[in-house]
C-alpha cells in the first residue's frame, strides 16, 4: 500500500500517483495529505451605475436634431399591417388631392350650337336680301350658236351645250315616232328612249335629263331645262317646217306649254359630237 493513498476530503483510496480524486474532484498533492481549501475571494464592491441626462440640444443622435428630447423632424408615416409589398410609402400629410379645373359655363355643344342657329340666320337673311340674278331678270332669248367643237370656257357655256345636246337627241326620237302625225305619249317615248324622263307638256323640267313634252297633230314641242335651272333649250318638230330651236336664259317654270312665239332658229347649237341631224344625215 505503499504506492496508494487517501483522498483527505472523502478518504477514497487512490494512487499515490494521482494529483485529484476521481471521485470527489478534490486536488491530492504528492507525497501528503491535500492543504486545506484558501478562503474565497470577496466579491468586488457594486458601483452605481448613472445614465446621464439626455442632451438639451444634439444633432449628432440618431434621428436628428432635438430639441428638450424631442425630435424636430416630422415622424415617419406608421407602416400599415400586413404584408410589405416593397412600393414606396407616401406620407399622407405631403399628398395634396389634385383639385378638378373649373367647368366652363357654356359647354362647347351650346357654343357649337349657337355658331349654327347664327349661320342660319344669317343665310336666311342673305337669301332674303340678295335674290339671284335670274330670279329678276325677265326671260332672255339667246342667240343661237353652232354647235361648238372647241372646249368652252365658262361653266354657263357648259351648261347651255348639255341642255342643248340632249334637247338634240330627244326631238330625234320625236321625229321618228312621229310617222303619221299622231299626237306621242310619254310612255310612248320612254319605250323609245327610256334613259330620259319624259313629262307632260304642262310639267317642268328641272334637269337635263328631264324632257317636258307637248305633243299635237302635226307639231310636237319639247323643253329641257340646265342644270343650274336658268337655261331652258326648246325644240319644236313640224311636218310643214322641219325642226327649229331657241334657247331661253332666266327661265322660272322650263315646260314645253311656256315656249315663246318667236327667235325660232334651224340652228341646233350643242357640241359638234352629237348624234348626226334629225333627218339622219
Known sequence: MRDMKRCPNCGYIVPAAWTECRRC?????LGGGAPPPAPAAAPPPRV???????PLDDALLPGGARVTSHST???????????????????PALHTAETEPARPRVSK????????VLVCVIGAGY???????????????????????????????????????????ALSVI????????????????????????????QPSTTNTEISVSSGPGVDVIAVSGTNKDICAYGRWSTA??????????????????????????????AAQDLPNELGS
Not at 423632424?73 to 416593397?86: F, I, K, N, V, Y
Request: overall charge negative; hydrophobic content about 35%; some cysteine.
Open 175 to 202: 321625229i321618228s315616232a312621229a310617222t303619221n302625225n299622231a299626237p306621242l305619249s310619254t310612255a310612248e317615248l320612254a319605250g323609245l328612249q327610256p334613259g330620259y324622263h319624259w313629262l307632260p307638256g304642262n
Open 25 to 29: 474532484a478534490a486536488v491530492l498533492t
Open 73 to 91: 423632424q416630422t415622424p415617419l408615416p406608421e407602416r400599415p399591417s400586413g404584408p410589405d409589398t416593397w412600393l414606396p410609402r407616401i406620407d
Open 241 to 270: 317646217a322641219g325642226p327649229t330651236y331657241v334657247t331661253m336664259a332666266h327661265v322660272k317654270s322650263c315646260t314645253a306649254t311656256s315656249a315663246p312665239s318667236n327667235g325660232w332658229s334651224t340652228i341646233a347649237g350643242g
Open 48 to 54: 452605481p451605475i448613472t445614465v446621464p441626462p439626455s
Open 127 to 169: 337669301s332674303m336680301t340678295h335674290h339671284p340674278h335670274h330670279e329678276s331678270s325677265a326671260p332672255t332669248i339667246l342667240a343661237p350658236r353652232e354647235p361648238l367643237a372647241g372646249i368652252p370656257t365658262s361653266l354657263a357655256d357648259v351648261v347651255r351645250i348639255e341642255a342643248e345636246s340632249t334637247r338634240h337627241t
Open 109 to 116: 355643344q351650346a357654343i357649337a350650337i349657337g355658331a349654327f
